[in-house]
Nanobody, 122 residues
Framework: ERQLVESGGGLVQAGGSLRLSCAAS????????AGWFRRAPGKGREWIAC???????SYADSLKGQFTIFTDWTKKTLYLQMNNLTTEDTAVYSC????????????????WGQGTRVTVSS
């Protein structure tokens, strides 16, 4: 089954912006913590950001100010606004739902989407 579906990836020039979406089926993010992660070619999964059930975001220190995580008013869709992109941001980006923020930050015990690919060109 597929509960989360990411979209919005593609090719973007360095310095540009993208907004990724994560659509939830059968449930919403209400009462849960949601997060974004990425995996660059040849590298492990990296935590980007989480947003808890009270809509409070947390970010990886290296990405603060560049990425913004938020949900729509229905909490059926999770977003990641990405600005000032560089080639180092090229990766497959995935969203997930967790029971708490600790698991979100660690990327453990979550329900995951399949990811959307972002390629940043110079």
């Amino acid at each position: 089954e597929r509960q989360l579906v990411e979209s919005g990836g593609g090719l973007v020039q360095a310095g540009g912006s993208l907004r990724l979406s994560c659509a939830a089926s059968a449930y919403t993010f209400h009462g849960y913590t949601a997060g974004w992660f990425r995996r660059a070619p040849g590298k492990g999964r990296e935590w980007i950001a989480c947003i808890d059930s009270d809509d409070r975001p947390s970010y990886a220190d290296s990405l603060k100010g560049q990425f913004t995580i938020f949900t729509d008013w229905t909490k059926k869709t999770l977003y990641l606004q990405m600005n000032n992109l560089t080639t180092e941001d090229t990766a497959v980006y995935s969203c997930a739902r967790f029971g708490d923020e600790t698991n979100c930050r660690r990327g453990e015990f979550g329900s995951w989407g399949q990811g959307t690919r972002v390629t940043v060109s110079s």
